[in-house]
């Protein structure tokens, strides 16, 4: 080893030359990778840093739909220090007649607990903006609520029947990640105040939190662990939600997961597409030393000392490309830090972290030994002879190399599974990525091979590329998997995006309500239709208004055997592990659709009848004629599943998890929610006229609601296009290199046709048309493995309508083919601008 390393050291005084490509795939991988990690970690460490200001204390005890009673509040108290919250829905109407829904949140005196609130305007505190003034209460408001009622600071407005004075514009809670999403803009006041207001009756959507401060020598989880036994013996039932400073914002915990995993993913396609320029780098540069090689051999050098020559050098690069990677990595969160750090909704502490920069190293070796070492096995093989005979070309045997090598592969995969959030998705994403370079392989093959094909029929410029990209240097067999793997990632991406932005922008609006109504008084329901219809101005559809009974219940039993929640998926959870929404109707409603069982008929009077969503029957295994044991309003139910139906949640019917009939629910004074389909015009008339005579009835905009979440989308998928443009970028690279490689035969090539009579012009037309082939091949099948990937993931896992970006499909393969043929021209114009007589006499 000490005689390869001389040999080595003085082979590298040359420099990086052959190896530009190389070191820039290494590096562009590992950046990426290194990039997504670091940016992850920093929004994590700002989550855990600012845990206890997230959650507002070291616990938080949720309830939905009910307040804690006096013996749980007992409970609560002996904990540690305590502040209440409740948070309702509720129309705000402004002096101009303007009404629009409002998140409305009453906190105790000693709110917060941890971190503070910070206001704008005219009050510095809470209790300066909560101070009353004659019969109208204070508030903290957002600002959007500001400008949708036409207000300014110290004007009344008035939240359902309750008369409010905006003395304060709300900039930011410290609990505001812990709470989720809201359905409209903030409105802060006291405790009291939502009490008094009559938002908190029984079968109103609200929500009681209690946030707790735990004295300094005990220990968050101990704490919970404590708390979640006292309140279980005072109330057997439960319903709550727990949760410590480590559980502050389990969405965005999960959502930073799953971004990290996907965006680094883009960076290991981005390696592994890169790969194929690391193989050609290494097989490059191995065929112009294979005269050395055979000279040491020659000499009596043992292949295994040629082998190691190269394997240091390649061993070295390849530190230096991942070096060079992780700098780049490491400073794009920096950067991201200085640029948006302060305007992020969520904290972040933008620093250097060991452990993604750890991974990504790892990554980024394992790669460039998987597809370096393979070509070392060629200087092994190279035998003495081929110093004389320049046409001898040695075939690499499986050997040490091969074997190696196929460890690097199985141990980069291993280590993408293992750092994975979910194993089983990441290995059937890199199952996916093996099969696509695969099939990229293949096409690349089959292009050379037709090409072989058509070649004997054409003439001219036309045959010299047909002949080129048949020929053994041809590009499609080298570039054709790396820049098809590239286009794949980002089709799918363009087409998850285009499908999922035309659910939400066009499907949705179409297929969904407009308008949501709750809270509608039970004994009221008649005049609230006609209220309805009179803003409308024509009579209620049956197709277009669907109203029925809300109230909310739990699973606790199934089949006389209480719900183990343990041994449910996490993804079924939801319907056993909280109150779900219930309704009660009698006739069959349009778009019921049922699956299994038939519905109960109109006016039955029998034991209690149910159907069941079939998302919620999956999680406990239910079948037709099994029992399950509801908690509704104060009692259990015992309730034969008579229907399951598949339940769309963005379309216009009944969408509540769990239908009874009547009969089940009779005498309980229930309050009912409503549906709408509506114009612009109608909904706002309907929202105007509904706050003089149902003023404590909420309209929810669902156009409001789906605007807001396409431009979140939106956002968020310009990152994830940028990052899979990582991976079309290694596929250039590849290009690049297998240009660079070929450029001493395509120099010598282009002299001899010069001297055979050709023109620049028809050489140029034969680069371009080689070139173009290999891009429009990989763009056409890039975009063809990107749809086989997508489609599944819209209509399966999101279940949306399928539906194509044409402009951004076409872009791409116009985009792919046209950047190869710009490649091809640039090395036609490098090799026409060397004489031909000095190039054919260097043999």
Same mark, same amino acid.
């Given at each position: ?204 959507? *609200? ?98 000392? %040629? ?29 991201? !830090?200085?640029?948006? #750090? ?71 995969? !291993? ?15 890199? !199952? ?32 010299? #590329? ?69 803003? *409308? ?6 197709? %277009? ?149 149902? $003023? ?84 056409? %099948?890039?975009? $063809? ?38 490649? !091809? ?19």
């Amino acid at each position: 080893m000490w005689l390869a390393a001389r040999f080595a050291a003085r082979e590298m005084r040359a420099g990086v030359r052959g190896f530009r490509v190389f070191l820039a795939c290494i590096a562009l991988g590992v950046a990426a990778i290194a990039a997504a990690g670091s940016t992850a970690q920093a929004f994590r460490e700002g989550l855990a840093a600012q845990a206890r200001e997230i959650l507002g204390g070291d616990l938080s005890v949720t309830l939905g739909q009910r307040r804690f009673t006096a013996p749980e509040r007992a409970v609560l108290a002996r904990t540690g220090q305590v502040a209440y919250a409740v948070a309702a829905q509720a129309m705000a109407q402004g002096a101009n007649g303007q009404r629009r829904l409002v998140d409305l949140r009453g906190v105790s005196p000693n709110y917060p607990l941890a971190g503070r609130v910070e206001l704008a305007g005219g009050a510095a505190t809470l209790a300066q903006a909560f101070r009353p003034e004659g019969d109208a209460q204070g508030a903290a408001v957002e600002k959007l609520l500001l400008d949708r009622l036409g207000l300014k600071l110290g004007d009344r407005f008035e939240v359902g029947n309750v008369p409010m004075i905006a003395r304060a514009v709300l900039i930011s809670e410290p609990d505001r990640l812990s709470r989720g999403f809201a359905l409209g803009p903030r409105v802060l006041t006291r405790l009291s105040t939502v009490e008094t207001g009559g938002f908190l009756a029984p079968g109103l959507p *609200f929500g009681e939190t209690a946030r707790i401060a735990i004295p300094a020598r005990e220990r968050p989880g101990a704490a919970k662990a404590a708390l979640t036994r006292a309140l279980k013996a005072v109330s057997p039932e439960g319903g709550y939600r727990i949760r410590d400073r480590g559980d502050a914002a389990p969405g965005l915990r999960r959502l930073i997961n799953q971004l990290e995993y996907f965006l680094g993913f883009i960076g290991l396609a981005s390696l592994v597409a890169g790969g194929l320029g690391v193989f050609g780098a290494v097989s490059a540069y191995l065929e112009t030393r294979k005269a050395s090689i055979a000279v040491l051999k020659a000499l009596g050098a043992e292949g295994a000392l %040629a082998r190691d020559v190269y394997l240091i050098q390649i061993a070295l690069l390849a530190g230096l490309g991942v070096i060079i990677g992780l700098a780049v990595g490491a400073a794009i969160p920096l950067a991201l !830090g200085e640029l948006v #750090g302060k305007t992020l909704p969520v904290p972040a502490l933008f620093a250097l972290y060991p452990w993604p920069l750890i991974k990504a190293g790892a990554f980024g070796l394992l790669a460039a030994a998987a597809f370096s070492l393979a070509p070392l096995s060629l200087a092994r093989a190279t035998p003495p002879a081929a110093l004389f005979r320049h046409d001898l070309t040695a075939r690499p045997k499986f050997g040490v190399e091969m074997l190696l090598a196929l460890i690097a592969a199985a141990a980069l995969a !291993g280590l993408a599974v293992l750092t994975a959030p979910t194993p089983l998705t990441a290995s059937v994403m890199i !199952g996916g990525v093996v099969i696509a370079f695969v099939l990229l392989w293949a096409a690349g093959n089959g292009a050379a091979a037709a090409a072989r094909r058509l070649r004997g029929g054409a003439r001219g410029p036309l045959r010299i #590329g047909l002949a080129n990209l048949a020929g053994p240097r041809s590009a499609a067999r080298t570039a054709t998997p790396a820049i098809g793997l590239g286009v794949a990632l980002l089709a799918a991406v363009v087409l998850i995006q285009s499908s999922l932005l035309t659910q939400v922008t066009q499907v949705a609006p179409r297929a969904a309500p407009a308008l949501v109504f709750t809270g509608i008084p039970g004994d009221r329901t008649a005049a609230f239709d006609a209220a309805v219809a009179q803003a *409308f101005g024509h009579p209620l559809r049956a197709n %277009a208004y669907l109203r029925a009974p809300f109230a909310t219940g739990r699973i606790i039993a199934v089949r006389g055997v209480g719900v183990d929640r343990g041994r449910i998926d996490p993804a079924d959870r939801w319907a056993y592990d909280n109150d779900i929404s219930l309704s009660a109707i009698g006739p069959q409603p349009l778009n019921a659709g049922v699956t299994a069982g038939a519905w109960w008929p109109a006016g039955y009077q029998g034991p209690p009848l149910v159907a069941v969503s079939t998302d919620a029957a999956r999680g406990a295994g239910l079948r037709i004629g099994d029992i399950i044991t509801l908690s509704l309003l104060g009692r259990q139910i015992d309730a034969r599943v008579a229907v399951l139906r598949k339940v769309d949640f963005g379309a216009f019917g009944a969408s509540f998890p769990l239908v009874l009939d009547p009969a089940a629910v009779a005498g309980a004074d229930l309050s009912h929610v409503a549906i709408a389909k509506a114009t612009r015009a109608e909904e706002a008339r309907a929202t105007l006229a509904l706050g003089h005579s149902f $003023a404590q009835v909420n309209v929810i905009s669902v156009r409001d609601a789906l605007e807001a979440a396409a431009d979140i989308f939106a956002r968020l998928t310009l990152a994830i296009r940028a990052a899979a443009a990582v991976a079309a970028l290694a596929g250039l690279l590849v290009l690049a290199g297998a240009i660079a490689a070929g450029a001493r035969a395509r120099a010598k090539e282009a002299a001899t046709l010069k001297v055979l009579g050709a023109s620049s012009g028809q050489i140029l037309a034969a680069y371009a048309l080689e070139y173009g082939a290999v891009g429009l091949i990989a763009g056409l %099948a890039g975009v $063809a493995l990107g749809y086989a990937a997508a489609w599944p993931i819209v209509v399966k896992v999101f279940e949306a309508t399928w539906s194509v970006d044409w402009r951004g499909v076409g872009a791409l393969i116009g985009g792919a083919a046209v950047l190869a043929t710009a490649g !091809g021209l640039l090395a036609a114009l490098q090799a026409l601008s060397l004489r031909p007589a000095p190039i054919l006499r260097a043999e």
